[in-house]
C-alpha cells in the first residue's frame, strides 16, 4: 500500500508544474478514497494546500492557492494530480500526497523549488 508523488522540481516564478501521485495496493476502488495535497516548507509546519472528496463535489483550497492550483483525479489510473500555475517563490516546499479515510497514508513527497 503506497503513495508515490511525482513532478516536483526548479520552476522559474510564474511557471507550472503538474505533480501527480500515483496510489497501489489499496483495499477499495481508488474512487472510494478522499485524496488531498500538502505542502511543507523549512521550519514551517505542514499544511493542506487541495482536497478532493470521494463524494463529489467543489474542491478545497488554501486561499494562497485559490486560482493557481488545481486538484484532479483519475480514478482508472488510481492517480490524484495537482496543475500549479503562476507559482511563487513562496510555494517552495516538499509537497505530499495523503489519504484521509479507510486509514491514513502519506507519499514520501517530491520537492517544489520556485526560484530565479
Known amino acids: 500500500v503506497q503513495l508515490v508523488e511525482s513532478g516536483g522540481g526548479l520552476v522559474q516564478p510564474g511557471g507550472s508544474l503538474r505533480l501527480s501521485c500515483a496510489a497501489s495496493g489499496f483495499r477499495f476502488p481508488f474512487r472510494m478514497y478522499d485524496m488531498s495535497w500538502y505542502r511543507q516548507a523549512p521550519g514551517k509546519e505542514r499544511e493542506l494546500v487541495a482536497r478532493?472528496?470521494?463524494?463529489?463535489?467543489?474542491?478545497l483550497y488554501v486561499d494562497s492557492v485559490k486560482g493557481r492550483f488545481t486538484i484532479s483525479r483519475d480514478n482508472a489510473k488510481n492517480t490524484v494530480y495537482l496543475q500549479m500555475n503562476s507559482l511563487k517563490p513562496e510555494d517552495t516546499a516538499v509537497y505530499y500526497c495523503y489519504k484521509s479515510n479507510w486509514g491514513t497514508l502519506w507519499g514520501q513527497g517530491t520537492q517544489v523549488t520556485v526560484s530565479a
Open positions: 478532493l472528496m470521494s463524494s463529489g463535489g467543489d474542491a
